[in-house]
């Protein structure tokens, strides 16, 4: 079956610091891999996405590559803010895996610290 | 704000009952999909709707169930309700179905509390 991986957290960050959140993953087919982002009592938005090897989603600052021969999709950001305090979940989206929802890693909580 | 529309926000009911969670889809999305975010489990994939029929399912509980109506709103129906049901219960819609790469909108989700 599917799976992503990622570093849990809480990771905590000076501001203007780089981040790296890891993520890893396992697919039956050809997956399209994305990065979603939640903030406190919110539901879920889309961050980023990437569709084929090689491929790099950018949003907000916020980059992450599909790396098929290392199965990862690594979110990066060179300078974080304050704002960007949230959990951060990786997943993925793989019509050969048996069922058309996304996969979801348990999510990495990021503290910004002014 | 993603356009997606669950009511109610939060729950409280008691174990055993039964209670009905309601999801909005974005205008002109047909597909549905109903997660299930808890402490232990983490956010995972229920059941999928496609335009009024099922379309997917995921870890689905035989006593949940879910429909998604004409006008395209989806209902998801918990029943005997235990304690280990207390979570978020998010939903998200698509435009399409099985499209590589396609964007899944997600509401603010209902918190549901069993006690």
């Known amino acids: 079956g599917n799976s992503v991986t990622q570093m849990e957290g809480p990771v905590t960050l000076s501001e203007e610091a780089f981040l790296t959140i890891n993520c890893t993953y396992t697919?039956?087919?050809?997956?399209?891999l994305f990065w979603y982002v939640q903030y406190p009592g919110e539901g879920l938005q889309l961050l980023l996405k990437?569709?084929?090897?090689?491929d790099k989603g950018s949003n907000k600052g916020f980059e992450a590559t599909y790396r098929k021969e290392t199965t990862s999709f690594h979110l990066e950001k060179g300078s974080v803010q304050v704002s960007d305090s949230a959990v951060y979940f990786c997943?993925?989206?793989?019509?050969?895996?048996?069922?058309?929802?996304?996969?979801f890693g348990k999510g990495t909580h990021l503290i910004i610290q002014p | 704000d993603s356009g997606v529309t669950q009511t109610p926000k939060h729950l409280i009911t008691a174990t055993g009952q039964r209670v009905t969670l309601r999801c909005s889809p974005r205008?002109?999305?047909?597909?549905v999909y109903w997660y299930q975010q808890s402490l232990d489990q983490g956010l995972q994939f229920l059941i999928q709707?496609?335009?009024?029929?099922?379309?997917a399912k995921g870890n689905i509980l035989e006593r949940f169930s879910a429909q998604q109506f004409p006008d395209l709103h989806s209902e998801l129906n918990l029943s005997s309700l235990e304690l280990g049901d207390s979570a978020l219960y998010f939903c998200?819609?698509?435009?399409?179905?099985?499209?590589?790469?396609?964007?899944?909108?997600f509401g603010p989700g209902t918190r549901l509390l069993v006690l």
């Open positions: 709707y496609y335009n009024g029929e099922e379309r």
């Open positions: 205008s002109g999305d047909l597909s």
């Open positions: 990437a569709t084929k090897a090689d």
């Open positions: 697919a039956t087919g050809y997956p399209s």
């Open positions: 998200a819609s698509s435009v399409a179905l099985d499209r590589v790469g396609e964007t899944q909108y």
């Open positions: 997943a993925l989206w793989d019509s050969g895996g048996g069922a058309d929802g996304l996969t």
